[in-house]
């Protein structure tokens, strides 16, 4: 007796999922990760999203299906580009590309071959799935967790004072806003990031007190 029902999909109606046994690949949950793109008719949000600039006069393989082949190469676990001469023999992964896997070479070419503006492109579409994602989860707020840099110090340690500075201000529910550079803690130009997409309402001061973010 089956104990999963067989599943068709949609984005290849060749193919069927159920649970008979046997081993084909290490990846066949790119099948899945397909059908999902599927749906939400991935292909379409890549070609209104990324304009890449098309240089090659003769060419197999689109930068748009490059893009998507790396990033299912990513999706697997497979943060080398060298990994594509591999894949391409691996049946699920051909399946879930259309049976068009690009080579190693070609594959490094475009990446090295990315401009900032096609970049800019691809942070669009990381909002366009955003959005995606707030529609279905019908979500009107939006909460950011700035976690406190706190942390007990004891005796002599360098910036004790200022450690137990910010321990004292917590007790009365202030707390100073402070911006470090990216290669300390991620947080460059945090604010410049989403003061296009929020009203912010900071109460300056010494120190920052409240900070409320809403979602247009």
């Keep these: 007796m089956s104990t999963l029902q067989q599943v068709p999909l949609n984005f290849n109606k060749n193919l ?50 490059l893009f998507q082949q790396l990033l299912m190469q990513l999706l697997a676990g497979y943060s080398n580009d060298t990994a594509a001469n591999t894949l391409a023999k691996d049946v699920s992964f051909k399946l879930a590309l259309d049976q068009l896997v690009s080579s190693q070479p070609t594959l490094s070419r475009y990446i090295n071959r990315i401009s900032e503006n096609e970049l800019d492109g691809v942070a669009r579409l990381s909002q366009k799935l955003a959005q995606l994602v707030i529609k279905q989860r019908q979500q009107a707020q939006l909460i950011l967790d700035l976690d406190s840099t706190h942390s007990d110090t004891y005796g002599k340690q360098k910036a004790v004072l200022l450690m137990r500075t910010i321990t ?49």
């Excluded at 130009?189 to 912010?200: D, G, H, K, S």
């Design 168 to 216: 004292a201000m917590a007790t009365i529910l202030y707390w100073p806003l402070t911006k470090f550079p990216a290669a300390s803690w991620g947080l460059n130009c945090v604010l410049e990031i989403f003061t296009p997409l929020m009203e912010l309402k900071i109460f300056y001061g010494q120190f920052c007190r409240i900070m409320q973010a809403k979602m247009f």
């Design 16 to 65: 069927v999922i159920s649970n008979t046994g046997g081993t084909l690949t290490n990846d066949g949950g790119l099948l899945l990760v397909s059908e999902f793109m599927h749906q939400i008719n991935f292909s379409q949000l890549v070609k209104d999203n990324l304009h890449f600039q098309e240089e090659r006069k003769y060419f197999k393989h689109s930068k748009n299906h």
